[in-house]
């Protein structure tokens, strides 16, 4: 929104680039019919992408020496697998979970990269385009500053976990394990009742619990980095609109380059933390209690 800058406050910069674009007005605080456009078409476009490098890694794979491109991916997908290994003990669940694992570490990376370009580069474009098109003046392109992916992103996780704690345990021995588990059972069947409820109950909070914060810890990282990246926008724009703003333009610059080459390895962290935790807590859905 530089074309807007000198009547536009920080406030509203900040607020206006927190909206999203939408398939229609929300009506309240908690509206499942309102779909986040731009984070849906962005990640899709980007799943698209990390499909497409993959396969050309993939096709282009070679038995001699390896060049840089297909090095670089035979240790991501090495790596990937070590790491799948040590958690997964079942080399059958392995199969699936291991690329599933990569899948979720370049995906997330992707969307967190999002965060790298400039913040009023695509706004800017779709600024121009937007309005005359007829869509609204709104677009955030980093997905993972999105709540709603963050946990369905971890959502599915969860879906997966259950999947496998039934797979693995047989649906009576996982049920069994929900009212016996953490903190067991007894003879006494008033007692065996008791702790059955409080065991679920327990289960229930803990698979919960695991979701929520699964999703929440990323969005909370790239939404505070996305923030950070606005604040360092608003210091260039400044520097750009006053004649004594050279201060403002030259902590712009060096406040920028910092951050940016900090916040590679901010994106690329939560990119492994996320799959490292849907990998322990698949891992703990093979293990019986």
């Known amino acids: 929104m530089a074309a807007e800058g000198a009547t536009l406050t920080a406030g509203d910069y900040i607020r206006h680039h927190l909206v999203h674009l939408t398939n229609k007005k929300q009506e309240s605080i908690v509206d499942f019919s309102v779909i986040n456009v731009d984070s849906v078409v962005v990640s899709s476009l980007l799943g698209l992408l990390m499909c497409f490098v993959l396969w050309l890694a993939a096709r282009k794979a070679t038995a001699g020496a390896p060049g840089r491109f297909q090095a670089a991916v035979e240790l991501m997908v090495e790596m990937v697998e070590s790491q799948a290994k040590g958690v997964i003990h079942n080399a059958k669940s392995r199969q699936l979970i291991a690329p599933m694992a990569l899948t979720v570490f370049v995906w997330i990376f992707l969307m967190n990269f999002m965060d790298m370009l400039p913040v009023d580069l695509l706004p800017q474009i779709w600024h121009s385009a937007g309005p005359a098109m007829g869509f609204k003046d709104y677009l955030r392109v ?9 946990l369905g992103l971890s959502f599915s996780v969860l879906l997966l976990c259950l999947f496998y704690n039934i797979k693995i345990k047989g649906l009576g021995g ?26 679920f109950l327990m289960q229930m909070i803990e698979f919960v619990a695991k979701t929520v914060s699964h999703g929440m810890r990323l969005f909370g990282n790239m939404f505070a980095g996305e923030l950070v990246f606005m604040l360092i926008a608003l210091l260039g724009a400044y520097g750009a609109l006053s004649l004594s703003g050279g201060l403002f333009f030259v902590g712009h610059l060096i406040a920028g380059t910092v951050w940016t080459l900090f916040h590679i390895l901010v994106i690329t962290l939560q990119a492994f933390i996320f799959m490292m935790l849907a990998l322990i807590y698949l891992g703990q859905a093979h293990d019986a209690h």
């Open 174 to 199: 996982w049920t069994h394990e929900l009212v016996t588990a953490p903190f067991g059972t007894s003879k006494n069947p008033f007692w065996a009742l008791l702790l059955g409820v409080v065991n």
């Open 142 to 150: 980093v997905p993972t500053a999105d709540l709603s992916t963050t």
